[in-house]
């Protein structure tokens, strides 16, 4: 069973850019969290989603960024106009849904803003 | 913001047990004691998690006092890969976790 799988690994952007960042849950899980790590910071929760449905999203900004969980196919996190305060790891988890379920970490897209 | 309190960093001898303490004061009843760590710019990893009863599992055990108000993460025999940062976190059934600022076990040869 393939654990959680986020892409790309490293991702460079220049300032304006578009960053489109996915993750692949774990067969079966259908809950999927997004949390942001600045240098040398915590993780920061950004946003709770269901297939098809944001249930909190009381982490992301307010501009520039959007986050979505299709029917099928991956989660995507993405941050329109990106600047360089966006450079972060951005973690991806998942979880069956089921009350108490552990979170499954995916190994984070590194986001370079030139 | 984090409900827990937890020692900025700690060392540990390798082999001996090392001993994590995290104070939740406040935790509600239906809420849940978990602790994950992170290692060097990993995704976080699951350790273990409790109500009210200690558990165990083959990275650790949890202990919880009997008015819930605090508990300890004990790895029975620290290696230097348990080098890492530790979250202890309260968490409501259903709902996100937040993490704090976590320990930084620092596992000494």
């Known amino acids: 069973n393939a654990g959680v799988m986020q892409n790309p690994r490293h991702l460079v952007r220049r300032r304006g850019q578009e960053a489109r960042l996915r993750c692949s849950p774990m067969?079966?899980?259908?809950?999927v969290y997004w949390y942001r790590q600045l240098p040398e910071e915590g993780l920061k929760f950004m946003v709770y989603l269901q297939k098809e449905n944001i249930i909190d999203e009381s982490g992301m900004p307010k501009e520039r960024f959007s986050a979505e969980f299709p029917k099928e196919g991956p989660s995507i996190l993405r941050i329109q106009q990106v600047v360089r305060g966006d450079s972060a790891a951005y973690f991806c988890a998942s979880s069956p849904g089921s009350p108490h379920e552990k979170l499954f970490f995916g190994s984070g897209t590194q986001l370079s803003v030139l | 913001d984090a409900k827990t309190t937890q020692p900025t960093s700690m060392d540990c001898a390798e082999g001996r047990a090392a001993n994590l303490p995290c104070n939740h004061s406040?935790?509600?009843?239906?809420?849940?004691v978990y602790w994950y760590r992170q290692i060097h710019s990993q995704g976080p990893q699951y350790i273990i998690h409790g109500l009210k009863n200690n558990e165990t599992n083959e990275m650790a055990s949890l202990i919880i006092t009997e008015d819930r108000k605090s508990s300890t993460l004990i790895l029975p025999h620290a290696t230097l890969r348990d080098t890492a940062v530790y979250y202890c976190?309260?968490?409501?059934?259903?709902?996100?976790?937040?993490f704090g600022k976590g320990t930084r076990l620092h596992i000494l040869p």
């Open positions: 976190i309260v968490r409501p059934p259903d709902d996100k976790i937040i």
């Open positions: 406040t935790i509600s009843g239906n809420e849940y």
């Open positions: 067969k079966g899980h259908s809950h």
